[in-house]
């Protein structure tokens, strides 16, 4: 009898029928979801960090080939076979923490078909510790072409290599542009956040050049103006645990709670910390100027709220200045000075968990949680985190330690006590009004106390010059800096046309009418590009705090200076004799970027401008000071000059700003150091340029900090 469901007679099967699967289910899954290529290798770079790498070379080769290489734990051939050959299956759902103890950022299975979506052809070769290396050849079109996805073999074969994992992508679906580089920098920035002792750099190579990423340094706290640190409770009730305005704790201070109608149990076990930074104001001390210029530029490329779910950073929330949270709204719509930042002004974050937080789905495309209800709740607790921010800056401001505080600055500032510190020449007329009073005193001997206020008197006479050459020097810093930062910004567009057009009329006029001018333009034009590279190739970003630099950057960084700009018919050679150093390596980057382009001006200006010479060298000395040496055999420094040009906007060439050598003396005193000039020092060179920092070389136990 016919067996019935509901309703319909159903005959009894003569045959079973299964699912295939067409590879036209590829196209959403790889290249549809993956369109963009810098988001694309983002998915290999996440495999190389989930496979333990601490570093991954990334080279885009004349925009026909990709290449990617990583150190990490790499395959075997049986975990090639039942995992990447595999789709939707991973290993990686077993612990939510690699063997370094890093948070997984795969959790689908798909990140392989990133591969797919940038090019047609691959190889991968792969090398697992204990496992003999292979090397493995996909041809997606050709699977694409085929009726089922099994019907295309892979070819696999045995390969000698190192442990970790290379692929080589060719048949590119796109070309690689310089924006590309910015999204793949952006994303790579804020991959996860770090775990103390761990490193991962990423190497990107392209036609315009070369640079290294990094992901995102934990947050330096201490040069925050104020911290507040925010733990959602049960029932979803936010509490303040850390709230500090200028190292003073003010926890006791009466907060506004959050209204209950927006309270969101769902949120409870997630936690919001925010630093406020201050972009710009007055600062007195060598020391401030500093840190208020540090402070700036980790705002500039930091800025904003980001989300991580796991220690994961979940994209577009804080990326790229997304005010998602719409922390800029609420600062202007509060309507007076309550001090409350906006999201310009901040740089934090909001910690959420797998477990904890499951509503907070992310997207197939890996972009933004699904529920938008949800993301909009929890950015009412980052806006009443903001607010709450603004409370403790007025209480600093009005120094109550607890209790209530104003709303605004001007509902109490009767109450405000007002201390004002001396500035120095101030407190050089305090101290000869001393110096006076101790002479007319019978009682005191004056010989001592005298010689004692005289060296105070002198201590702030030193300070005060001091500070006055900073401010002219910085003030010259800025106008150069703001200038870059809008030449940079405003004509890369116009520089990617010009470079485009030239690159046209090499090709097609090599024959024509023009010829003889193309040939002129087109050396003249790599001249400009190369001085328009800096821009890219000395990232300001982490490198401003101070760290240990490896003999490897060291080197590595060298390179990239010397590469970067043009030196046609000089001969640079440089080299590194220092294990590390400790110091912040765009200081480094300073110092030798302005002693190397002073020594290529020298010797452009010579008679030995075809035949020039310039070596770069660090070095230690018997005490453990890091010693910098830039020598050339260029036309020298005219005694006249020598004199004058450690002050600002004084210099021995027509062009440029004249500080590069007043910015190396003021970063050498900055370290415990000194720069100097040596004529002719040897037979081979005409002058050397030397600084030596005692509080950067490998005795050093202090830092600028």
């Known amino acids: ?165 290379t692929l080589r992508i060719s048949a590119l679906t796109r070309h690689w542009k310089k924006e590309d580089t910015d999204t793949l920098a952006r994303h790579v920035e804020f991959l996860a956040i770090p775990r103390e002792g761990d490193t991962f750099s990423v190497s990107l190579t392209t036609a315009s050049g070369s640079q290294i990423i990094e992901t995102r340094p934990d947050i330096l706290v201490n040069l925050a103006e104020a911290e507040l640190r925010v733990a959602v409770g ?76 796991d220690g994961l950073n979940v994209p577009p929330y804080g990326l790229a200045g997304s005010d998602w949270a719409k922390l800029e709204k609420q600062r202007t719509s509060t309507g007076g000075p309550t001090l409350v930042p906006g999201n310009s002004q901040l740089i934090g974050e909001v910690l959420l968990s797998r477990k904890q937080h499951a509503h907070l789905k992310v997207t197939a495309g890996r972009s933004g949680f699904t529920d938008q209800a949800a993301v909009e709740s929890l950015a009412e607790y980052v806006r009443w985190a903001a607010r709450e921010l603004g409370t403790i800056r007025r209480a600093a401001h009005f120094r109550i330690r607890e209790g209530k505080v104003p709303a605004r600055l001007d509902d109490g ?134 760290q240990v630099v490896r003999h490897v950057d060291l080197e590595r960084s060298l390179d990239r200076l010397i590469g970067g700009l043009p030196h046609q018919g000089t001969e640079v050679t440089r080299s590194v004799e220092v294990p590390e150093v400790r110091m912040a390596p765009s200081e480094l980057d300073a110092i030798i970027l302005n002693l190397y382009t002073n020594a290529l001006k020298a010797v452009r200006e010579s008679a030995n401008r075809m035949s020039g010479k310039v070596d770069v060298r660090l070095r230690t000395d018997a005490q453990g000071a890091l010693i910098i040496e830039v020598f050339d055999n260029g036309r020298g420094v005219a005694p006249e000059v020598a004199q004058s040009m450690w002050e600002p906007v004084e210099g021995s060439f027509e062009e440029g700003t004249g500080m590069g050598l007043p910015i190396i003396s003021f970063l050498a005193r900055l370290y415990r150091g000194h720069a100097e000039w040596v004529d002719k020092p040897t037979p081979d060179f005409r002058t050397l340029f030397r600084v030596t920092l005692a509080g950067a070389g490998t005795n050093a136990t202090e830092t600028t900090d």
Do not use: C
Request: proline share 5%; net charge positive; charged share 30%.
């Open 1 to 165: 009898m016919p067996a019935s469901v509901s309703g319909y007679a159903v005959a009894s099967p003569k045959r079973l029928l299964s699912f295939t699967v067409s590879p036209r289910i590829l196209e959403p899954l790889g290249l549809e979801q993956l369109q963009d290529p810098a988001l694309a290798i983002l998915e290999l770079v996440k495999n190389a960090w989930d496979a333990d790498a601490t570093t991954i070379e990334i080279q885009i080769l004349d925009n026909d080939l990709i290449v990617v290489n990583d150190n990490g734990s790499g395959m075997s051939v049986n975990d090639f076979e039942r995992y990447w050959l595999v789709l939707g299956e991973t290993h990686k759902r077993r612990s939510p923490v690699t063997r370094r103890g890093r948070p997984v950022l795969g959790e689908k299975g798909l990140g392989r078909l990133a591969s797919f979506a940038l090019g047609h052809q691959i190889s991968i070769a792969s090398k697992a510790r204990g496992h003999s290396g292979f090397i493995a050849t996909v041809d997606w079109r050709a699977i694409l072409n085929a009726r089922r996805l099994d019907a295309v073999g892979v070819r696999v074969a045995p390969a000698t290599r190192s442990e970790g994992t």
């Open 413 to 546: 500032e009767s109450n405000k006590e007002t201390v004002s510190r001396p500035t120095p020449i101030e407190e050089l007329n305090r101290t000869l009004d001393e110096a006076s009073v101790t002479l007319r005193s019978p009682s005191e001997p004056p010989r001592a106390a005298f010689e004692n206020l005289i060296e105070k008197g002198k201590a702030a006479v030193e300070q005060y010059q001091m500070e006055l050459r900073t401010a002219r020097l910085y003030a010259q810093l800025a106008t150069a800096g703001a200038s870059a930062a809008s030449f940079a910004h405003e004509l890369r567009k116009d520089f990617d046309i010009v470079e485009d057009i030239v690159g046209e009329l090499r090709e097609r006029g090599r024959n024509g009418p023009f010829r003889e001018q193309i040939a002129i333009l087109a050396p003249a034009w790599e001249t400009i590009r190369g001085f328009v590279g800096l821009f890219r190739l000395i990232p300001i970003k982490v490198r401003r705090e101070v």
């Open 234 to 309: 049960d029932q979803g009730v936010p509490r303040v645990t850390v709230a500090r305005v200028d190292q003073e704790r003010l926890e006791r201070v009466a907060f506004r709670g959050l209204p209950r109608a927006k309270l969101d149990p769902r949120l409870s076990g997630a936690e919001i910390k925010l630093l406020f930074l201050k972009r710009a104001g007055r600062a007195r001390a060598t020391k401030a100027l500093l840190i208020q210029d540090r402070a700036r530029t980790l705002l500039e490329t930091y800025e904003g709220v980001r989300v991580f779910r």
